[in-house]
């Protein structure tokens, strides 16, 4: 299983960015795919994450209302499209999948990572 991630890059505070996520070695629709971010000097956190048929998803309360996961099962892809980004939204993420259908917010639960993609968000 490979994860590409993209998408990152430097906005100002009140700006969007939207990241992808490639997928490519099973059975895409299978999977949940989550995606998570880590901050200089802090651990990895759960950001959102998303069944394997999109029909359930969530987010860790600080990212509610401003963030949206989704996943395009014919392309492969999953989305994080992130409005009115704050200065402590800046950290790099990461896409990642597990072995189950369901959504899952532990990091201990996904097996595949992705390489990550820096956002950085200026005030």
């Known amino acids: 299983v490979q994860l590409q991630a993209s998408g990152g890059g430097s906005v100002q505070a009140g700006g969007s960015l939207r990241l992808s996520c490639a997928a490519s070695g099973r059975t895409f629709s299978n999977y949940n795919m989550g995606w998570f971010r880590q901050a200089p000097g802090k651990e990895r956190e759960f950001v959102a994450t998303?069944?394997?048929?999109?029909?359930?998803?969530y987010y860790r309360d600080s990212v509610k209302g401003r963030f949206t996961i989704s996943r395009d099962n014919a392309k492969n892809t999953a989305y994080l499209q992130m409005n009115s980004l704050k200065p402590e939204d800046t950290a790099v993420y990461y896409c990642?999948?597990?072995?189950?259908?369901?959504?899952?917010?532990?990091?201990?639960?996904?097996?595949?990572w992705g390489q990550g993609t820096l956002v950085t968000v200026s005030s």
């Open positions: 990642a999948t597990s072995n189950m259908r369901w959504a899952s917010i532990r990091l201990n639960n996904y097996t595949y």
């Open positions: 998303i069944s394997g048929g999109g029909v359930n998803a």
